[in-house]
């Protein structure tokens, strides 16, 4: 196992390692900057919640490898912090807030459905990773303060294009499918294409922003 103060490396396997940093908020932007730039004998990084998978090339040398990730993480705050500030392009999501929820959200909080809908519209949203269906986004924006928890009872069905909340994140669902997340609303966008590329609209690192629209 090799690490720092900020971070550590697990070994996953024969190509991989896993990286566990001490804040797991920059997991998306460092994901975005090894996308952008890879290190030698970096095949792909996976980011999730609180990790990410690091695949090595066949071949690769492991320890350069894992040193020169390291490095790399080390070096990201002040680039990431540059990122969320900047001028880089932002997702818009037009959304009519008529989420079956909407109601429960406010109450689990404390506030009216007009403060959910102002607080929801009013971050910025960064994806952190994309997981449970192609094309899930999982975004978050802790100054959004609309954490509540999962239903205790999940759907069997929800509509592709429901806005929904749970656990810290938001979300859009891209296709009809199971789910046990808050429903707040809907959007007409198109999450998923499997024709275009890249066949998702969102991926770790991008920003969104969500737009009331009249329903």
Avoid at 31 to 38: F, Q, S, V
Avoid at 121 to 129: D, I, K, L, M
Avoid at 151 to 164: E, I, L, N, S
Avoid at 166 to 182: C, H, I, L, N, T
């Amino acid at each position: 196992m090799l690490g720092v103060s900020a971070a550590r490396l697990l070994p996953a396997g024969d190509r991989a390692w896993l990286l566990e940093p001490a804040d797991p908020a920059r997991l998306a932007a460092f994901a975005r900057e090894l996308e952008r730039d890879a290190p030698a004998g970096v095949e792909d990084v996976l980011p999730a919640a609180r990790t990410a998978l690091v695949t090595l090339r066949p071949g690769a040398d492991r320890d350069e490898v894992a040193r020169e990730v390291l490095r790399r993480w080390e070096a990201l705050p002040q680039r990431a912090a540059a990122d969320q500030t900047g001028d880089g392009d932002v997702v818009t999501v037009p959304v009519r807030y008529d989420g079956e929820d909407l109601d429960e959200v406010a109450g689990l909080l404390g506030v009216s459905p007009g403060e959910v809908v102002a607080r929801h519209t009013g971050a910025t949203w960064t994806c952190a990773f994309v997981g449970f269906a192609p094309g899930f986004g999982y975004l978050r924006s802790p100054g959004a303060r609309l954490a509540v928890p999962r239903r205790a009872h999940p759907r069997t069905a929800v509509p592709a294009g429901a806005v929904a909340l749970a656990d810290g994140f938001s979300a859009v669902y891209p296709r009809r499918s199971p789910g046990g997340w808050r429903l707040i609303g809907t959007t007409a966008l198109t999450l998923w294409d499997a024709s275009a590329d890249p066949p998702a609209l969102l991926r770790p690192g991008t920003r969104v922003r969500f737009a009331q629209v009249a329903g």
